[in-house]
């Protein structure tokens, strides 16, 4: 039987159930941010791995096979995809889109268009709704970025990454030939940083724009200067970045470089008349990067179980779906308290 919920807002007696699917930093940190949501339940953890080898959180939380999604559509109001976007997304993204309302991080921004059009048609052939690309980047940076270009139009947008650990780019240093560990920060320019701030609309080179610096545990008989050279020639990585390699031990690694920090400032600089500059900025400063995602990808899995009860079918992104449909809270409570 179908529930019947108030477009007002959600009741706190009404339970959205949701599902993770995959169960890596991400999947953790949805499990995580599902507890500090009241009207949220988890039904449980669906993975690829044997199910009896996962530690969740919780000792209650049920965990099953992936293959067992099929079982639970009528028992899941929101399914939360949390695998890569290079290989999981693209294949899992259309196929569950046809089963269940969901919603993913998929990030790779110049593919976003082609995976929008891959959701959109199952999802809208099943009558479901799926939220794709949300998280901070794509996702949060991707909504200010739209603000700033539309409340200033004669002006220039600025992106800037870090201080963070980059989970592509610390692949990429392990893949490196004499590369035991390793993990590597993006870093923004201050300087360059500042010349935004300034208004003065600066043109920015990658070089100039951010700098990446590698801390690598050597192989056993690797050379450092052959892995140093390696890494910093490396292209579309570090190539085109000043990069700095700093080679330190396993230890120092494990204590010194085991969480996921990052963060970064979307900047709008632009002119409302010929005397008169503004500057718009956001920023973000993250403790563990995975766990801020899981928490947006929480918040837009509210957000797509309501637009689906309201009959809204078919793939949404972050810039198409109304603030409000966030928070648990109803609109009424949203304007006394925060408009």
């Known amino acids: 039987m179908r529930r019947f919920t108030r477009m007002t807002g959600v009741s706190m007696s009404t339970q959205i159930r949701i599902g993770i699917a995959g169960y890596g930093n991400l999947g953790r940190g949805v499990e995580a941010a599902i507890g500090k949501n009241p009207d949220m339940t988890l039904v449980g953890i669906f993975t690829r791995r044997p199910p009896e080898t996962l530690s969740p959180l919780s000792d209650a939380t049920p965990t099953y096979p992936i293959t067992a999604l099929a079982e639970f559509r009528d028992a899941i109001d929101v399914l939360i995809l949390c695998g890569g976007s290079k290989d999981d997304l693209p294949r899992q993204g259309p196929e569950l889109a046809a089963q269940f309302n969901t919603v993913d991080s998929f990030d790779t921004h110049a593919r976003i268009p082609e995976y929008f059009a891959a959701v959109d048609a199952p999802a809208r052939a099943n009558g479901k709704t799926a939220v794709i690309s949300t998280g901070w980047d794509p996702g949060l940076f991707s909504i200010n970025r739209l603000f700033g270009e539309a409340l200033l139009p004669d002006g ?58 590698c801390y690598v545990v050597l192989a056993e008989g690797a050379d450092a200067a052959t892995v140093e050279q390696a890494i910093v020639t490396m292209p579309n990585y570090f190539a085109d970045y000043d990069t700095q390699v700093h080679f330190i031990s396993e230890d120092t690694l494990r204590r010194d470089h085991s969480r996921m920090p990052h963060g970064g400032f979307v900047i709008r600089s632009g002119n409302t008349s010929d005397t008169n500059a503004q500057v718009v900025e956001y920023s973000l400063q993250l403790e563990s990067n995975p766990e801020f995602t899981a928490s947006v990808l929480v918040a837009y899995a509210r957000a797509a179980w309501r637009l689906n009860e309201q009959g809204q079918i078919g793939a949404r992104t972050p810039l198409d779906i109304a603030p409000g449909l966030l928070s648990s809270k109803s609109p009424e409570q949203l304007r006394a308290e925060l408009l």
């Open 156 to 213: 220039a947008t600025y992106t800037f990454w870090g201080k963070g650990l980059s989970q592509g780019h610390s692949d990429a240093v392990r893949q490196v030939p004499g590369v035991k560990a390793g993990v590597q920060y993006t870093l923004p320019s201050p300087q360059a940083i500042e010349q935004v701030r300034s208004g003065s609309r600066p043109e920015l080179s990658t070089r100039q724009k951010h700098t990446r610096e």
